[in-house]
């Protein structure tokens, strides 16, 4: 008798005992940092996880059907999902010209807002840097006498072969080199002034010192603004569209983001659209991994 | 091999319409091969010096010469000189090879054989020939400082020009570096300039030192020399550590007299200080003499209370009270073995030979010291340095 009272009793410690160390479990987990900031990244989390990877997802799945027109939804049946659409992409010339057109646009664009940002950046950083000098480089223009500027904008003018409408290209590249600017200048004033001295005092001219001694240290400056170009080169559409406000561009500008859209908006063409979709999203991955891979490297992911 | 002289050198930076004067009508005469050590305390001037020797700022007015040729309107590409900056300004994206070569690569008309030959003997020179092909960021402190070192040695120039080169290095690894740095110098047998702004390593390495306050040279001599002859209150308090101890003293006939204590110039001393009334007494804490005994009646003797005793091993710094005074007023460097207890009451002598005087209302030197008393020492240290 006294044995089986001990054994139920023993039974019912063990019970609660169990019990408590479930509650205290809770208890500490209602505490740990994952379980309080619960509210804070939970919601941009599922957003950002509905927005972009479902995104990616289901237009991944609308590639593999044969979806156009307004008629009926995607048919996701397993039968009917199948590579069709990439093995077409392959096959039409078109999307090969598009694909020369983004290249180029991504090469050209990119080396071109580089190189004039990187101009710009270091003339403002000079004139922050030698401050007697600022002057004469954001004055340059007023020293131009009035006549010379007028001529100028005569030229820009002109309707036949006016230079507006070859500004109008670079507008892209204007744009974006305001970008690159910021992140060389940025580069460029992380660089200490003894920089600057101890290659003059090396003998080193100007442009010397640059070449050789500022410009590669802007490497990792330089990585990620072109990160940032080659992605944007790579979606340009909108740019593209609201300078020619229609669907069919020009055929020189005519990209892979600009065939895109006009496939599905314009010849609903869905599934064929979101075939090339991928291809872009590839494209830009492509260009991505090796700046991970780098920031990787350097340890700074 | 050149001397480098600087003569009625000025320099004014314009700070929002406001003219700040960092060196002032500054006269230097640097012999060849000679070592000569800026020192003084930060917003001295010694930096701009140095920066306006090798260029990178342009004098105001006067002249700059190396040799017989004026070179304060050359860019310093142009000038022969090599400068060490207190940072090192090592190139982090160039490895040690192509930091030191690059000088010569830029500056002079040698074939890459003939450049990697330099640049080798330099660094096998400096014992850095195994890091030759290191990045700067892979490398200690010390090892960077030699880096900088050889960037400026292959150059070969006529002037070296070192900024506080020793600064960033810890304080064991200075000492070793100082030496080291005085023998390279030696061997080389380079003008240079070295600039810092801390005493010892003025003391110990230069052959002369130019002490500046100011913007103002205030003394150019031998280290014995500053040490022992100062020019000024400036500069006995500048050298020596701890500090050169000062009395501000009302002199009544041979008597300098003050709340604290009273003290007599003998005859031949107090005809230094002959009309003047305001006199500034100094006395360095090793030359100062302290007796147990307090005898009242010996002349000169100084009653003071310890106040708190430093041990530093070798000798202990003795802070004392003299008068009534509230506050320690005076230090003293004891023998390491001498005890002396705080509250101790004791008794202070300065020595008639070891006493500087200076004009209360300028700071100028009335009396020193005569170096014939250190001569001895004096020949020593030349002996050290050659």
Redesign the interface.
Same mark, same amino acid.
């Given at each position: 008798m006294a044995g089986s009272r001990d054994t139920v009793s023993e039974s019912q410690n063990v019970g609660t005992g169990a019990e408590r160390d479930w509650q205290t479990r809770l208890e500490v987990f209602s505490k740990s940092d994952f379980a309080r900031s619960f509210p804070y990244w939970f919601v941009p989390f599922s957003i950002m996880g509905l927005g972009v990877y479902g995104g990616i997802g289901y237009n991944t799945l609308i590639s593999l059907t044969d979806y156009e027109g307004f008629n009926e939804g995607p048919d996701f049946s397993p039968g009917n999902l199948d590579l069709e659409m990439y093995v077409q992409t392959v096959n039409d010339p078109w999307v090969w010209t598009t694909s020369k057109n983004t290249f180029v646009l991504l090469i050209v664009f990119t080396t071109v807002t580089m190189v004039l940002g990187l101009f710009l950046a270091v003339m403002l950083d000079r004139g922050i840097r030698y401050k007697e000098k600022i002057q004469t480089i954001y004055l340059l223009p007023m020293a131009l006498s009035f006549v010379v500027t007028a001529q100028f904008w005569l030229w820009m003018y002109n309707v036949n072969n006016g230079l507006i409408n070859l500004l109008l290209g670079a507008a892209l590249i204007w744009q974006f080199s305001g970008y690159a600017m910021v992140v060389f200048l940025a580069g460029l004033q992380s660089i =200490?002034d /003894? $920089?600057f001295?101890?290659? $003059?005092? /090396?003998?080193?001219?100007v442009l010397?010192t640059y070449w050789?001694?500022i410009i =590669? $240290?802007l490497?990792s400056s330089s990585v990620s603004a072109a990160v940032v170009l080659v992605i944007f080169a790579l979606k340009a559409f909108t740019f593209l569209f609201s300078m020619f406000g229609q669907y069919r561009v020009p055929k020189g500008t005519d990209i892979l983001a600009t065939l895109m859209v006009r496939e599905a908006f314009k010849l609903q063409n869905w599934a064929y659209a979101a075939a090339i979709a991928t291809i872009l999203l590839l494209m830009a991955l492509a260009v991505i991994a090796p700046y991970l891979h780098y920031q990787h490297k350097q340890g700074s992911l | 091999m050149a001397n480098l002289t600087l003569s009625g050198t000025t320099k004014i930076f314009d700070d929002g319409g406001e003219d700040i004067v960092a060196v002032n009508d500054l006269d230097l005469d640097i012999r060849d091969g000679e070592f000569v050590v800026l020192v003084g305390p930060s917003g001295c001037g010694k930096s701009t010096t140095l920066r306006m020797v090798a260029g990178l700022d342009t004098p105001t007015s006067g002249t700059i010469s190396i040799g017989d040729e004026p070179i304060q309107d050359e860019r310093p590409q142009e000038r022969d000189i090599a400068m060490v900056f207190q940072s090192y300004a090592l190139y982090p994206h160039m490895t040690v090879r192509e930091n030191m070569s690059f000088g010569l690569e830029e500056s002079t008309d040698m074939d890459d054989d003939e450049i990697r030959e330099t640049v080798e003997d330099a660094a096998e020179t400096l014992g850095i020939t195994e890091l030759l092909d290191r990045k700067p960021g892979a490398l200690s402190g010390g090892q960077q400082q030699r880096v900088a070192l050889g960037r400026a040695i292959v150059r070969n120039p006529e002037v070296f020009l070192l900024d506080e080169p020793l600064s960033n290095l810890d304080a064991k690894l200075r000492a070793q570096m100082r030496t080291e740095l005085q023998q390279l110098q030696n061997d080389l047998g380079v003008t240079t300039v070295y600039v810092t702004h801390d005493q010892t390593e003025a003391m110990t390495m230069g052959d002369r030192i130019a002490i500046l306050d100011g913007g103002e040279l205030q003394q150019l001599g031998t280290p014995m020399q500053c040490y022992h002859e100062p020019a000024n209150v400036f500069v006995a308090g500048f050298l020596g550590e701890p500090a050169m101890n000062f009395f501000d003293l009302e002199r009544d006939g041979d008597l300098l007299v003050s709340d604290a204590f009273q003290y007599e110039l003998p005859s031949e001393i107090a005809t230094a200080v002959e009309g003047k009334t305001d006199v500034t007494l100094g006395v360095r804490p090793e030359s100062v003499e302290i007796t147990d005994e307090v005898d009242e009646s010996e002349h000169n003797l100084i009653p003071a209370t310890v106040d708190v005793v430093e041990p530093h091993g070798d000798e202990n710094a003795v802070h004392l009270r003299l008068g009534d005074s509230d506050q320690a007023n005076l230090t003293v460097m004891v023998d390491g073995m001498r005890y002396l207890a705080s509250g101790q009451d004791v008794g202070v002598r300065f020595p008639p030979d070891a006493i500087h005087l200076f004009d209360g209302a300028t700071g100028e030197a009335l009396y020193n010291r005569e170096l014939t008393n250190v001569e001895q020492v004096e020949e020593i240290g030349t002996a050290q340095s050659v």
């Open positions: =200490p /003894d $920089q001295e101890a290659a $003059q005092v /090396d003998g080193a001219s010397r050789r001694v =590669p $240290q490497k | -």
